[in-house]
């Protein structure tokens, strides 16, 4: 049986909204702080990887 989408409230989707935007700002000012050490043998995989696993788990719940 299929279910329709999820709705939420317009005030809970502003404060995800808001917290995401949070997040994106944190993300940039620790990219930045580790940038100021980064030199040739610097890897950002770590990064990509807990993104792609992140997005696994995002993705096997719901669907946009």
Known sequence: MS???LRIS?????RIREA???VEDSGAMI???FG???DDD?????EVDASVDAFSIFS?????
């Open 3 to 5: 279910r329709g989408p």
């Open 10 to 14: 317009s005030s809970d989707f502003k």
């Open 20 to 22: 995401i935007s949070e």
């Open 31 to 33: 990219r930045r702080t």
């Open 36 to 38: 100021e050490y980064n």
């Open 42 to 46: 610097f890897n950002v995989g770590w």
């Open 60 to 64: 096997s719940k719901w669907t946009i």
